[in-house]
Structures are given as C-alpha cells and as structure tokens.
C-alpha cells in the first residue's frame, strides 16, 4: 500500500521560507509523476508544483519564481523550497503520486504565512 507522508508545514512570518517534504512508503520510480496542491480555506485544492520522472517540472503561475520542487531518488522524498512566502500562500498543502491510473494522497500539512 502506498503511503506520502508530508512534514515541514508551520508558521512563517511575510517573506520567509519553508521546505516541505513528502516521503513516499516505497520506491519513488514507480510513480509517473509528484505533485504538491494546496488547498485554502472556502477554495478548491489546487495545483502548485508537479515534477515528472525525468525531473521535468511545472509550476502555477502565482509560485513560479518562488518554489521550486525536487526530488531525491535515494530517499525517496520530493521537495517543496517556498521562498518569498506571502499570506495568500496560507494553506494545507498536500503531496500527490501519480502511477498508471491511481492517484495517491498524503494527509496533508498546513502551511501559514502571517506576521
């Protein structure tokens, strides 16, 4: 059974950082592709950050230039390096793993950005 477990959430202050981590339970090359989304208060989950096996990566536009997403083969783990961290990045972001048809999700870590 495939388990994504995410740490590093927390309270930052207005132009901070924060690096978020998804540890997956197996090998990480089975997955076709990781995500990170987010989802805030009264809004839809939305895409943030997708990387793909070959390390191709896309970002939304409200983070390009400011996260950056990772991974690293030999523990398993993808990234998220958030820098410039505004309040309207206020969420609980959640890892995604995506292999053939299946969708997996991690439980989710909030994230907030306030002074």
């Known amino acids: 059974q495939v388990q994504l477990v995410e740490s590093g959430g927390g309270l930052v202050q207005p132009g901070g950082s924060l690096r978020l981590s998804c540890a997956t339970s197996g090998s990480i090359f089975i997955f076709n592709a990781m995500a990170w989304y987010r989802q805030a208060p009264g809004k839809q989950r939305e895409l943030v950050a997708r990387?793909?096996?070959?390390?191709?990566?896309n970002y939304a536009d409200s983070v390009k230039g400011r996260f950056t997403i990772s991974r690293d083969n030999a523990k398993n783990t993808v990234y998220l390096q958030m820098n410039s961290l505004k309040p309207e990045d206020t969420a609980v972001y959640y890892c995604?793993?995506?292999?053939?048809?299946?969708?997996?999700w991690g439980q989710g870590t909030q994230v907030t950005v306030s002074s």
């Open positions: 990387i793909i096996s070959g390390a191709s990566t």
């Open positions: 995604n793993a995506n292999r053939a048809a299946m969708s997996y």
